[in-house]
Structure formats: C-alpha cells, structure tokens
C-alpha cells in the first residue's frame, strides 16, 4: 500500500504520517529528507525543483516492489507531482491511500509555522510569508481530508486508519 500525505508546510504531515507508519511498520519516506540531501551533496547549481519528488517516486516504487507498505510525506502541491505517485502505485499494482492535511485555524497554523524548528540539520523551515503564497492546487480525485485544527494526531492516526479499513471492506 502506498499512502502519501499532502498539505501545506505546518499542518501537522509529518507528525501523522510518523504515527501511520510507525504504526503499519512501513517506510516513511519524507519529502524534506530527501531534498535537504540533494542540497548537502551541493550536485544542482540552482533549486532542487522537482528532483526530490522523482527521487521520492523511485524510493517508494523500489519499497513497494520489495513488499514493504509506503507512507510518504510531502506537500504534493500540483497534479504532476500527484500523479507521479498514481503511476507508482498504478505500476506496483497496489492501492493509493491519499491524506490531504489542513490546519483550518489561520492564527493556529501560523503559529505553528513561525515556532518551527527544523529536525533535519540545514533545512530552514519555509517562513508564513513563503507558506501563504506558495503554488498549492485544489486537490481532485477521492482523498481524505484531515483538519488538525479539529484532530489531535492521535485522532488524526485513527482517522486515516478507519479510511484505510473502509477502502479494504
């Protein structure tokens, strides 16, 4: 199974897609992991664009292909990069769980972006500025929508877990 977790930087992804996969014993694989590396390997001359994504994609359809279940976490912001992790799941022949994360409390999420502190060392958190004017399409397609304005990750982590048994029933 692959489920990938998508939303804005701050509303609480990587702590639930954590939760998911320590939870399901599954590869997490994050988005901000893979970029950073590709920045300390100094190997691109400008921005890492879609380079991590394509990284990610391969990761996860190599976990996939091994039997292992994938939880990815990332911002997912355009139908390009949604689709790359349809095709894997499509190539893999396994289902696509896809969580869409919101915080719906502006001043909740704003706070929560502006006492960020990276775990990853160098990676220097998208400030509230970057995080309101970044491109972010409106999803399309079946997905779960988790507020955590409303959840506790707890919540959250049961709320992606009785989706999960309602796809399989």
């Keep these: 199974m692959l489920i990938v977790f998508s939303g804005l930087p701050g509303t609480g992804k990587t702590t639930i897609s954590r939760g998911i ?6 590869m997490h694989l994050r988005i901000d992991v893979i970029e950073q590396a590709i920045r300390n390997a100094g190997v691109l001359a400008g921005e890492v664009g879609t380079a991590g994504y394509g990284v990610a994609n391969a990761l996860a359809e190599a976990n996939l292909a091994a039997g292992l279940a994938v939880v990815a976490d990332c911002v997912n912001p355009v139908r390009e990069s949604r689709a790359g992790w349809q095709a ?41 500025h970057s995080v309101t004017h970044r491109r972010f399409e409106a999803w399309e397609g079946p997905h779960l929508r988790l507020d955590t304005a409303m959840l506790s990750p707890a919540e959250a982590i049961e709320r992606v877990e009785a989706h999960i048994a309602a796809l399989r029933a």
């Design 21 to 26: 996969a320590r939870r399901r014993h599954a």
């Design 88 to 128: 894997v799941a499509a190539r893999r022949s396994v289902p696509l769980v896809q969580v869409l994360v919101v915080c719906s409390d502006v001043a909740e999420h704003r706070r929560r972006v502006e006492e960020r502190v990276s775990d990853l060392p160098g990676l220097v958190p998208p400030d509230w």
